[in-house]
């Protein structure tokens, strides 16, 4: 190697270092606040803020932390709504409400969803997504909820992608309830 480039070489590690320790820096805080329960929604789905694990089993009104059924983590993935990670199909997991558990009896048409014979309000399925992209809802129909079932919904933004597109989720899916620590909006 060269003087110049060896020069070279010493003033660019000189001015990564700090980008560099810093960016490890926030990876190593953003690990230790992952395993230690905490969740940073930046999603509108679910009011934006920051959510911490729970020991709660899933119940009706709960926020959870789930994956997306493989065929929705493929769609998620392919149309960039959610970010990579560890759930399967390379996404990140979802925090939706539990609107709907085992037992229950979800009738879902164009208009929306009915629970247990009640309408739920901001339940419509939409056409398109916010890109104009053509949306796929899931099969319209009466279900009832089998053991182990989940209808995941959010009540806090009409165009939450859940199971109105993606269909109930089995319960292995659900990775942890959580409840908000600090919100920018009211839930």
């Not at 003033?11 to 329960?37: D, E, Q, S, W």
């Not at 999603?43 to 899933?58: C, F, K, N, W």
């Not at 009832?144 to 806090?156: D, I, R």
Request: aromatic fraction near 8%.
């Amino acid at each position: 190697m060269t003087a110049v480039a060896n020069d070279l070489s010493v003033i660019l590690l000189r001015r990564l270092r700090a980008p560099l320790l810093m960016a490890a820096a926030a990876l190593a805080m953003a690990t230790t606040a992952y395993v230690a329960g905490l969740r940073i929604n930046l999603s509108p789905s679910m009011p934006r803020g920051l959510y911490r694990t729970v020991e709660d089993a899933p119940h009706r009104g709960a926020f959870v932390e789930a994956c997306p059924p493989a065929a929705a983590a493929t769609i998620a993935k392919a149309r960039g709504y959610l970010p990579t990670g560890a759930c399967p199909g390379d996404v990140a997991p979802l925090l939706k409400g539990i609107l709907a558990i085992p037992g229950d009896d979800v009738v879902f048409t164009e208009r929306g969803l009915e629970l247990n014979g009640v309408s739920m309000p901001n339940t419509r399925p939409f056409d398109v997504d916010l890109q104009g992209r053509t949306l796929e809802p899931h099969p319209f129909g009466t279900y009832h909820l089998a053991p182990g079932q989940y209808w995941l919904h959010s009540s806090h933004h009409p165009r939450s992608w859940d199971s109105r597109y993606f269909g109930p989720v089995d319960r292995s899916l659900i990775r942890a309830c959580v409840k908000p620590l600090w919100t920018l909006e009211a839930l």
